[in-house]
Structure formats: structure tokens, C-alpha cells
């Protein structure tokens, strides 16, 4: 994964949008569900298991997130 849209392209099929926003700073990366929902910072059971797939994306795809140096992308 080398472009925002080819983490797109990998996140789509698990159910979840990559949005990225331009800010003063520079580029900023905010994760969503198919419903439009953001990721939360707090998970109760239930939302784990709803964003447990993405977490997973996330973990396993690290490094590959953290070369593009977007803030919002990796753990």
C-alpha cells in the first residue's frame, strides 16, 4: 500500500471508509464505518466487535500506514 487509495481499496471490503480532511497542518485521516460512524476511542463489547476487522487492518498493516506519515491512519 503505497496511496491513500490503495488503503481504501483494502478497508472497502471489510465495511469501513478512510476520510481525509486538509488542515492547517497538513493532510489528517479519520476512519468510518459504512453508517458514517467515526471510530470511537472507547469500545464497549458490542462496538469491538463491530470494529474489530479494522483494528485488525490496522495492526497487521503498520507499517505501511505510518510511510505515508498521515496523522489518523496507524495505531
Known amino acids: 500500500m503505497k496511496t491513500i487509495q490503495d488503503i481504501r ?3 472497502k471490503p471489510l465495511g469501513f471508509k478512510l476520510k481525509t480532511r486538509s ?3 497538513g493532510l489528517h485521516a479519520t ?3 459504512g453508517e458514517g460512524n467515526t471510530c470511537p476511542s472507547i ?3 458490542e462496538t ?3 470494529w474489530q476487522p479494522l483494528l ?3 495492526r497487521e498493516n503498520g507499517d505501511a ?3 505515508l ?3 489518523g491512519l496507524a495505531l
Open 65 to 67: 500506514l505510518r510511510a
Open 48 to 50: 469491538l466487535a463491530k
Open 69 to 71: 506519515k498521515i496523522p
Open 56 to 58: 485488525d487492518f490496522r
Open 9 to 11: 481499496k483494502a478497508v
Open 43 to 45: 469500545f464497549s463489547p
Open 23 to 25: 488542515l492547517s497542518w
Open 31 to 33: 476512519w468510518a464505518d
